[in-house]
Antibody, heavy 117, light 110 residues
């Protein structure tokens, strides 16, 4: 059974930083592209970033490009999202997801990020 | 890119069939069959129910089906059941290493 466990969320002031982690199990992490998807309170889903299985290809949504960095450590089986220069509009639940056929096949339970002074 | 357009809410009766539309442009849905659909219950993570426009993952009920015509993708739920009451999101991969979600549709089964 595929499982994804996010951690690292919390309350941060505007302009601050947080690093989210996602630990996978139940599949070969090094063979899967991975994503971060977020959801603002009572709002819809928004794709944030994606990283290729070997980390050689990365893409971001316009809303986070230049502020967020997706990375992975296949040796340690962990996916990261470094979030800098955080804004109030970055508040929400952040999900990591496994890619399959360009869809989000499996999701974690989410990690809540709150940006407020 | 702008979010795909979905009706904010829909309702149906048990046993009925219902279709949720997802409208994009010729640059996203109109040019790529790679549309996926997700079901989300309140406070829970989304679940993939359709990928590749019309493919169902293993374990997903065959009451869910997907299609695409022009710039619009559709999710049809046949034989509505109370447990289908949830939020549904479409998503398009237009092939430029970015993904676009729809705004979501809240489905009520009355």
């Amino acid at each position: 059974e595929v499982q994804l466990a996010e951690s690292g969320g919390g309350l941060v002031q505007p302009g601050g930083s947080l690093r989210l982690s996602c630990v996978p199990s139940g599949f070969t992490f090094g063979g899967a592209s991975m994503h971060w998807v977020r959801q603002a309170p009572s709002k819809g889903l928004e794709w944030v970033a994606r990283i290729w299985s070997d980390g050689t290809s990365i893409s971001y949504a316009d809303s986070v490009r230049g502020r967020f960095t997706i990375s992975r450590d296949n040796a340690r089986n962990v996916l990261f999202l470094q979030m800098d220069s955080l804004r109030a509009e970055d508040t929400g639940v952040y999900y990591c997801a496994r890619d399959s056929d360009y869809a989000f096949a499996d999701w974690g339970q989410g990690s809540l990020v709150s940006v407020s002074s | 890119q702008s979010a795909l357009t979905q009706p904010a809410s829909l309702s149906g009766s048990p046993g009925q069939s219902l279709t949720i539309s997802c409208t994009g442009t010729s640059s996203d849905i109109g040019s790529s069959y790679l549309v996926s659909w997700y079901q989300q219950y309140p406070g829970k993570a989304p679940k993939l129910i359709i990928y590749g426009g019309s493919q169902r993952p293993s374990g997903v009920s065959d009451r869910f089906s997907g299609s695409r015509s022009g710039n619009t993708a559709s999710l049809t739920i046949s034989g509505l059941q109370p447990e289908d009451e949830a939020d549904y999101y479409c998503c398009s991969y237009p092939g430029r290493l970015t993904w676009i979600f729809g705004g979501g549709t809240r489905l009520a089964v009355l």
